[in-house]
C-alpha cells in the first residue's frame, strides 16, 4: 500500500487524509523534511498558496519539495496546491515561491468576485463515468502550458486540471465532495511509480 503524505502547514490537510484513505492509500500529515523523507508522494492541499509558500521556506521543507519533485516523486495539488506546482505564478505576491514542476503559468483568483466560490461539472480526462463535481474556491484557472504537460479538463474555456509525468494538478477541489475518482487517479500513478513495469 503506498503512503502519500498530505503537506500539513495551512488549508484543508484532513479533507485529503481521509479522501487518500478512502483512496486505498495509507495517508499522513507531512511538516518536516524528515517526514517528508518517509513517503512515496505528496499532495499539496487547498488553503492559501502565499501562506503554505512561507510555512514552507520556515519549515525547511521547501528545497526538500524541490528536490524530491525534481525526482520525479508523485505529487497532486488542488487549487492552492496547483499554484505550488506552477513554474510560474502570473500575479505572485510579494515573497511568494513555488515549488514548481508543471510547466505552465497559473492565475491566482482567477474566476474573480462574482464567482469567487461555484460548483460545476468537469470532464477529467483518466477519469471514467460521470463528469467529477468541481468545487471552485478563489480558484487559479491555468493561463497556458508549455509542450511538456498535458491538459486534462477545462471548465468555460479555462484550463483546470493537468498533467505533467508524475505532477497532477486540479483548480478544483476533490476532497470536499466525498467522490473518491481523481484521487484514485492519483494512486494509480503512485502504484505505477513504485512498481516499473521493467521490474
Ligand atoms: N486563492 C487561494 C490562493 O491564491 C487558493 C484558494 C483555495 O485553495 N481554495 O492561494
Known amino acids: 500500500t503506498p503512503v502519500i503524505g498530505v503537506?500539513?502547514?495551512?488549508?484543508?490537510?484532513r479533507e485529503h487524509l481521509i479522501a487518500l484513505a478512502a483512496a486505498d492509500a495509507v495517508a499522513r500529515p507531512v511538516r518536516r523534511p524528515e517526514e517528508l523523507a518517509e513517503v512515496d508522494a505528496l499532495v499539496l492541499p487547498g488553503g492559501e498558496s502565499t501562506t503554505i509558500?512561507?510555512?514552507?521556506?520556515?519549515?525547511?521543507?521547501?528545497?526538500?519539495l524541490r528536490a524530491r519533485v525534481?525526482?520525479?516523486?508523485?505529487?497532486?495539488?488542488?487549487?492552492?496546491?496547483?499554484?505550488?506546482?506552477?513554474?510560474?505564478?502570473?500575479?505572485?505576491?510579494?515573497?511568494?515561491e513555488t515549488i514548481?514542476?508543471?510547466?505552465?503559468?497559473?492565475?491566482?483568483?482567477a474566476f474573480g468576485r462574482q464567482n469567487e466560490s461555484f460548483e460545476a461539472a468537469v470532464d477529467v480526462r483518466g477519469v471514467a463515468g460521470d463528469p467529477v463535481?468541481?468545487?471552485?474556491?478563489?480558484?487559479?484557472w491555468v493561463e497556458s502550458?508549455?509542450?511538456?504537460?498535458?491538459?486534462?479538463?477545462?471548465?468555460?474555456?479555462?484550463?483546470?486540471?493537468?498533467r505533467q509525468g508524475n505532477a497532477?494538478?486540479?483548480?478544483?477541489?476533490?476532497?470536499?465532495?466525498?467522490?473518491?475518482?481523481?484521487?484514485?487517479?492519483?494512486?494509480?500513478?503512485?502504484?505505477?511509480?513504485?512498481?516499473?513495469?521493467?521490474?
Not at 71 to 88: E, F
Not at 146 to 151: D, F, H, N, P, T
Not at 170 to 180: A, I, V
Open 145 to 162: 502550458v508549455g509542450a511538456g504537460a498535458e491538459v486534462l479538463a477545462e471548465h468555460e474555456g479555462h484550463i483546470v486540471a493537468v
Open 53 to 64: 509558500s512561507k510555512l514552507a521556506v520556515l519549515f525547511g521543507v521547501m528545497e526538500p
Open 70 to 96: 525534481r525526482d520525479g516523486m508523485p505529487v497532486y495539488g488542488t487549487c492552492a496546491g496547483m499554484i505550488m506546482l506552477a513554474d510560474k505564478i502570473l500575479d505572485p505576491r510579494s515573497g511568494q
Open 168 to 199: 497532477l494538478a486540479t483548480s478544483f477541489h476533490p476532497e470536499l465532495t466525498g467522490d473518491h475518482r481523481v484521487h484514485s487517479l492519483f494512486v494509480d500513478m503512485v502504484r505505477a511509480y513504485r512498481t516499473p513495469e521493467s521490474l
Open 100 to 109: 514548481g514542476g508543471i510547466d505552465m503559468i497559473v492565475r491566482r483568483n
Open 7 to 13: 503537506l500539513a502547514l495551512q488549508g484543508d490537510v
Open 133 to 140: 463535481e468541481g468545487v471552485f474556491i478563489r480558484a487559479p
